[in-house]
């Protein structure tokens, strides 16, 4: 069982960075994928980044050259560095695993395959 606890969420300004935390425990060893996925109040959640078992990585394109996601295996966590963040990146951010040997592209969009979440870490932007 994989559980998942993001921090490092906050408000800042347009323009400036923010780094996501997302600290994995439990049966570590029994994900293929992880991805960062965000939701605004009303509208569906979508796919911001994924990074595969194979270290590949994908993003959604309205985060490509500003956002990276990383993992440090040795601490068990994972993270997403978003830089030059827009008003519009304002959102619930959510780490999430996959037990499938899903790919990062394939991540992007494969929300149902990934069966293990964390509550979130609110991100706004002004």
């Known amino acids: 069982h994989v559980q998942l606890v993001e921090s490092g969420g906050g408000s800042v300004q347009a323009g400036q960075s923010l780094r996501l935390s997302c600290a994995v425990s439990?049966?570590?060893?029994?994900?293929?994928?992880m991805a960062w996925f965000r939701q605004v109040p009303g509208r569906e959640r979508e796919a911001v980044a994924a990074l595969d078992v194979d270290g590949e990585t994908a993003y959604a394109d309205f985060v490509k050259g500003r956002f990276t996601i990383s993992i440090d295996k040795a601490k068990h966590t994972l993270y997403l560095q978003m830089n030059s963040l827009k008003p519009e990146d304002t959102a619930m951010y959510y780490c999430?695993?996959?037990?499938?040997?899903?790919?990062?592209?394939?991540?992007?969009?494969?929300?149902?395959?990934?069966?293990?979440w964390g509550r979130g870490t609110q991100v706004t932007v002004s």
């Open positions: 999430a695993a996959s037990s499938l040997r899903v790919t990062a592209i394939e991540a992007l969009d494969a929300e149902a395959d990934f069966g293990y």
């Open positions: 439990g049966y570590t060893n029994s994900y293929y994928c």
